[in-house]
Every structure is written in structure tokens, then in C-alpha cells.
């Protein structure tokens, strides 16, 4: 039994500009730190390197007050792992939603038997409190609020800080969803009170999928302990993982080690940047892109003072083929951009700069590229305007 | 907020001969493949690799029938996604359990709400298939038998023939878990009938840990699908990760590409070497390993008949310390070998020789460092006796 593939049967992984909802461009010292030899999942010189994982992620979540770890799984997992170990059978949790991910949330947390309340607002636009407000005085007792902080699929920023007093207000736990904003935008546990914050390695971080950082705090820690019942899932345990993360190192599963090793190189390269610099590395690209686009007469769908600077959702023009422009650009460009999910399929493109991938020089090449495909499709512009816009804003950056 | 980190500060991943129960060494050529660029979870390229390394998990589960595919977490991922997507709230579950891991599988079937039958034998014998002849004929209806295929913990190998018979013939689903022997022993899905095999990236595969690797058989699937309620876990809901790991490529979540390329070439891997050559050499470095510990005086736990080739567990003679030669072996030697779980405990060491980690220069190294240690710790060994046993049975192999 052989089979020795000859080279032109390999399909090879090509090269890609990753502008889309992730993954990012990984940083090549990550990719390289990946190449460490294996070790044990319990030896001390790997619980060296856990404890300094959590201390790092700990500086990228803004918390001193939370354990900070991550899961063996993708964002997603993260999410489950909160909804799985923080409800109930028949606790009431509230979700803020104003975009694709909260309806998956949902989904996890009808099957382990909770009384879920979706609140569902326009998409494009921030989660008005007044609604969380108006749904918290119909219930006796709230277990759990949940809200996206940077919502992909419709690239709103959500302030949060009315949310949390509001939870807090009504002794409910606050679960965040940043998987799109951790280490690109300002996330800040802490400040904002958040009990339990999810998100992934492959947006901000420039790391590949695979892994889901958590900060979890005191009160979700105890919610956790004091449960009645254990969770639906053994996997996704916050309690049995928390045991391994923490100083006791207890086993639980084999602990993903090149995935680690990455997320490690990863946390390093944010903070030698500096989190305050990258953030505003973020957004000055973001605007870049942002005024090329309306350079070229392309519709933001969200008003400036929403925008979230990891994803520009921006309006397909009448008549353009969504998916014929998309393929053009990744055949022949090589870029990858982000179609619209839900009631913004085939509406609206997402144009991702998140972590390594926010370079000028994406910007640069996204806005030529499109400056030659939409004429092609039927939609002129003035070729060279979207890019010229764009430069002022970067002069001097990278 | 920097943090550039002085080179003596930072933590390296120091060398580690792997002789534990995982992770084995990883292959240089799948770390290699690991640093390749990330590409788009639904990239038509991306695509052709899923559908490649499903073709290729396929040839080493030995299945034409069953779908194939890598779950997005660790071997204990792919045992919780098939008891959560198997079983249902009520369904009556039977474990064959003669070692650490089906404790592990019965926790979880107890979370979803099953009706968990565990039938317990003897540690360091294969389960005998009466024991569960028996059982089935209490039950009028049984959803699943379970049993592990390759006992990490006792080092025994289960013949899975009578029990897929018994559970054929009372038409219940049969759960395998191989995931110390998938890629060096043979599993047979389709021989043996099994419905539900999962295993792990970081033993015989020589790949780093984070994917298990599942062979779900089409009598499985219709079980998934055919549901009254959907699994408790979304993360782990088989029927929504075959979507994405079939030809229709319906989004899950984001596939963790690196480790999906890297479990590619430790396929192709083994495939080249083939998997009988594959299969005969973790055959004879277990057997000369378990020569030379016989020479040194030591007792093997499990009869030549029904020991594992990927793990060998060893009694500690009486008045050895077990914690001073492990951590002996990892200091001094850079060994790591496994310790004993559950009832094993501080009785018994267990040396893995799995995938890239199954070596004649690994088998030596193990024997020739036993052989300094023991008489340090008080137990006398005729220097050299080991090592010259297991060369005679590895001439001109490695």
C-alpha cells in the first residue's frame, strides 16, 4: 500500500491576500514558532510556557482581575464553552443581537435547555440598550446577557458600557463576544466589567485558527462552580479547563502544543508593537479604506461613528454580480474578501484588515484591484481616485 | 505597553525524546507543511485539500464506506462529538471499560443525559466479550456499545471481532476508539463494521496534537440526522461538520488550517511508508523494547499476546521511587515517558514508541539510560543486558 504522490499532484497552498472575516494573514514569526519540536502536555517546561500564555493574554484583555486561557478549539468554541458551562437548564439568558453570530449563540444555548430571549435589532447599526433595559424588568431573575462587541457581519462597534451596567445593575453575568476585536481594537475586560470574553487567534492576531483565547472572571468562575449539574459538554468544561490553565496544571486533554507555542509568539509580537499603536494601526488603515471606497462611489453601510476598523462592510452597486467580482478577485488578484451573511447575502462585500493583514499596502492593492474590476462589471469609476484618497490618509505609514 | 522580551527571558521549547503516551515526536516534514500561508476557510483550493485529506484518512481507517474527516479539537473532541451527536437524552449506552479512558466516555454520555451502562474488567486484559453478551441481553433496546480499541493506560490491544458481532446483531451502533493505534496498527473500519472511529493527530500520526481524525459510517449518520433534538453541543454536532467536510462544503466554523495542511502530509507520510511497513515497524521496536526491559529484569504488565505495540507499561519493582526516575529520565535524559493512571498509579511506568517516536535509536537511548538509573535508585541491572537484548532483535531496522 503506496502512494507516493508525484509534485503535480500536490495541490500546493497558495498565496492570498486575506482581506476577508479571517483568517488573517498569519506573521510569519508565528508560522516559524509553530515549527517548535513537541513536548508534553504536563511537562514543566511546557507549564512555563502556559503561564506566560496566560500572562500575556491577560495584557491583550485588559485584565488583572481574570484568568485568562485558551481553549482547544476555534472562536466558536469559545463561544460554546461559555454557554455551555454558564447555563442552566431553564436559567434565562438575554441576547443582544444585531447581526449573524448572536443567532448561532442562540442555537448553542436552546440545546443545553435554556430559556433563551433574543433581542433583535437592525443590522448595520449599534444594540440600543433601551431594549436590553425594557426585556431585563420582564424577568425575575437573569442568569446571563450576552452581545457581540465587533460584529463581523455587520461591521458595528459596539459600545458597551451601558450593556454592563445594566447587567450588573441586575446581578447578571455579561458574556462578550471580541473575537474580531481582541488585539486590533481596545477590548478592555476590566473596565468594562465583562464576566466572560471570547475570541479567536486567526482575526487580530495574526496567528492561525485553531484556538480560543477566554478571560474569565471571578463571578463566571464561581457561576461555574456552583453549578448544579455539569455542563452538556466535557470539551468545553470552563472548570475542568480553568484547572489546567491555573497553577494546579490538573490534566484534563491534551493540550494543542504547536497551537500554543504560535498563540505565544503571537501575544509577544502585539505587545512589542504596543497595543495602543496597533489599535491605531488598525484604524488608520480602516479609514484609508474607508475613503477610497466612497472615493470610488461605493455606499459605507455603517456610519462612521459605528464603523468597526477589523471589517468595512460596503453596498454592492445595482447590477453588480456579488460573486463574479469576488472571483475575480481571488483568481486573478489573489484576494480574499468577505461576502454577506444573512440578509446581507449578496448585498454587501466585508473587507477585512485585521492583524497582519492591515497593511497599507492591502489597502493599496484591494482599492487598484477593484478600480479595474468594476468597470469590467458594468460600474465605471474614475480609475486611480479610490487609491489617491487613500494615500493621503497613509502617507508615512505601513 | 511594550514588552520586547530579552532572549534569556523567554521561555524556549527545549528537546524532548517522547516516549510517553503522546505527544510523539512530530514528523520534521509536517511542521514543515504547518508554516504554509493561510487561506480561506471556503477557498475553491482550501476545498481540494479538505477533500484530499478526507481521501487520504480513509485509506489509513481502512473504510470505503465510511465518511472521513478531522474534528476541529483534540482525540477527546472526536469522542465527545460522537457520544454527543450519538446519543440522545434516555438512549441506553453500554462501555466496555478496562482502562483510564472509558471513565472519560461515561462522564460525558452521563452529561448529555443518556443512560449509561459501564461494564468494567480487569486492567491489563482485553475486555472479555461475554461480560457484554450478558448485558445486552438485560436491555430491549441498546442505542450504542463502546469500547477502546487501543488501552493507552494498560498497553493492551482489544480484538474487536465478538463485539461488533454482539452489537450487530442487536442492532446497536458501535463506537471505537483508536486513538493510539490509527497510523500504527491496524484499525480495519470496515472489516472490524465499526460506526463511529475516532482517533488523534499527535500518537501514530506523528503530527502535532489538535484534530481528531473520525471515520463516521453512513448507519451513524442516519442516527445523527434522524434525531428528535439536535445534539447539546454545536461545536461537536457531527451532521453540521460533515456538511463542511462533504461535497456540499456548507460553513461550520473556520477550519484550523495549519493543522488541516500539516495532518495532510503526516498522511501522505504514512502512506509512503505504507501502512503494513508502518504497521510491522512499531511491531518490532515494541518487541525489542519489551525484550530489553525483560532482560533488565523487569515485568511487563500485559501477556505477549494482547500487548500494544504503540505503549508499553512495566511494573516499578518494589522500593523504586517512581517520581525520582521519571523525573530523572526528563532531566538528565531528556526521556519522557508516561506514568501510571487511575488504579496504575505510582505502579506503573508506560513507554510509548508511536509514529516518528517508534525508533531503534529511541529504544536504546531508553534502555541504556534505565540501565544508569535503576542501580542508582537501588535496583541492580546487569549494565549493557537491556540494550543487548533489543539489539538482536533490531538488526539492520531503525
Known sequence: MTARLSPSE??????????????????????????????????????????????????????????????????????EAGINSLLEPGDTVVMCICGFFGGRMADMAERVGANVVTLQSEWGKPFPPDLLEAELSNHERVKLVTIVHAETSTGVLQPLGEVAALAKERDALLMV????????????????????????????????????????????????????????????????????????????????????????????????????????????????????????????VVDARHSLDQITPVWIPDGVDDLEVRQTLLRKYKIEIGRGLGSFAGRVWRIGLMGESS????????????????????????????????????????
Chains 1, 2 share one sequence.
Open 10 to 79: 500536490v495541490p500546493a497552498v497558495p498565496p492570498r491576500i486575506l482581506l476577508g472575516p479571517g483568517p488573517s494573514t498569519a506573521h510569519p514569526r508565528v508560522l516559524q514558532a509553530m515549527m517548535a519540536p513537541m513536548i508534553g502536555y504536563l511537562d514543566p517546561d511546557f507549564m512555563k510556557i502556559l503561564d506566560e500564555v496566560s500572562a500575556l493574554l491577560r495584557r491583550v484583555f485588559q485584565t488583572d482581575d481574570s484568568l485568562a486561557l485558551a481553549i482547544s478549539g476555534t472562536g466558536s468554541a469559545g463561544m
Open 177 to 300: 463576544d471580541a473575537v474580531t476585536s481582541l488585539g486590533g481594537g481596545r477590548v478592555g475586560v476590566d473596565e468594562v466589567g465583562i464576566d466572560y470574553c471570547y475570541s479567536a487567534t486567526q482575526k487580530c492576531l495574526a496567528c492561525p485558527p485553531g484556538m480560543a483565547p477566554v478571560a474569565l472572571g471571578a463571578r463566571a468562575l464561581d457561576a461555574v462552580r456552583a453549578r448544579g449539574q455539569k455542563p452538556t459538554s466535557w470539551y468545553l468544561d470552563l472548570d475542568l479547563i480553568a484547572k489546567y490553565w491555573g497553577p494546579e496544571h490538573v490534566y484534563h486533554h491534551t493540550a494543542p502544543v504547536s497551537n500554543i507555542v504560535g498563540l505565544r509568539e503571537a501575544l509577544r509580537i502585539v505587545l512589542e508593537e504596543g497595543l495602543d499603536a496597533r489599535i491605531e494601526r488598525h484604524h488608520r488603515n480602516a479609514m484609508a479604506l474607508r475613503a477610497g471606497l466612497e472615493a470610488l462611489g461605493l455606499d459605507l
Open 359 to 398: 497593511r497599507a499596502e492591502n489597502v493599496f492593492a484591494f482599492l487598484s484591484a477593484m478600480e479595474e474590476i468594476l468597470p469590467s462589471v458594468g460600474y465605471e469609476v474614475a480609475r486611480g481616485a479610490g487609491v489617491a484618497e487613500a494615500s493621503k490618509l497613509l502617507a508615512g505609514s505601513a
